[in-house]
């Protein structure tokens, strides 16, 4: 069964930190994987994409990589703001996109 | 960028009635939609998989005559919840791409429609 796991389930830094999400995957296939940033009462925005082939993507401050051997991606974000408080969410395709698999999401608050 | 529109945003609508909510692609074509269902604190669970001109795939344990899906074109697609009940109430989103372009193109997102059924 085609599975994303993804910790910590919550976690609270202070604005400027950095931090690091992680999601685990067994899913077969694998195709891509995307990390997406969904906020509260809004539709999911994307972040990254990654192929087999790619071991690490930035978009801004957001850096996603990818182990494909051991089946792990992670998310690291560099000087954390406010407006980063959101639910970070992990996405496996397996072929198609009929066959995604959602993480259940990491929510990242941000604080003064 | 690619630009999905859902609407409405949020709607409130008593037990027994129906309500559609319309999803747009703005920019493009979007050939292939998709629809799905969040629950608070829970992951997107995929509904259905709609492809213009065809009919929906529906997920196992959806009700399709429930649950109604029309892609109609390339730039429209519409979920009708029917005779619907409290426990209806959820975030609906919806999705869209053209399976014309690269396998791993975004995926875009509707911004959501609230449900709540009382």
């Known amino acids: 069964k085609n599975q994303v796991e993804q910790s910590p389930q919550s976690l609270i830094i202070l604005e400027g930190k950095n931090c690091t999400l992680q999601c685990n995957y067994t899913v077969s296939p694998f195709s891509n994987l995307r990390w997406y940033k969904q906020d509260t009462g809004r539709g999911p925005v994307s972040l990254t994409i990654m192929t087999f082939s790619e071991n690490t993507k930035s978009n801004g401050r957001y850096t996603a990589t990818l182990d494909a051997d051991t089946k792990q991606s992670s998310l690291h974000i560099t000087a954390s703001q406010l407006s980063d408080s959101a639910s970070y969410i992990c996405?496996?395709?397996?072929?198609?996109?009929?066959?995604?698999?959602f993480g259940k999401g990491t929510m990242l608050l941000v604080s003064p | 960028g690619a630009v999905v529109s859902q609407h409405p945003s949020w709607v409130i609508c008593k037990s027994g009635t129906s309500v559609k909510i319309e999803c747009r692609s703005l920019d493009f074509q979007a050939t292939t939609m998709f629809w799905y269902r969040q629950f608070p604190k829970q992951s997107l669970m995929l509904m259905a998989t709609s492809n213009e001109g065809s009919k929906a795939t529906y997920e196992q344990g959806v009700e399709k005559d429930k649950f109604l899906i029309n892609h109609a074109s390339l730039t429209l697609s519409t979920l009708t919840v029917t005779s619907a009940h409290p426990e209806d109430s959820s975030f609906y989103i919806c999705?869209?791409?053209?399976?014309?372009?690269?396998?791993?193109?975004?995926?875009?997102f509707g911004n959501g429609t609230r449900l709540t059924v009382t």
């Open positions: 999705s869209a791409t053209d399976v014309t372009q690269a396998y791993n193109s975004p995926l875009h």
């Open positions: 996405v496996v395709s397996a072929s198609g996109y009929s066959t995604l698999t």
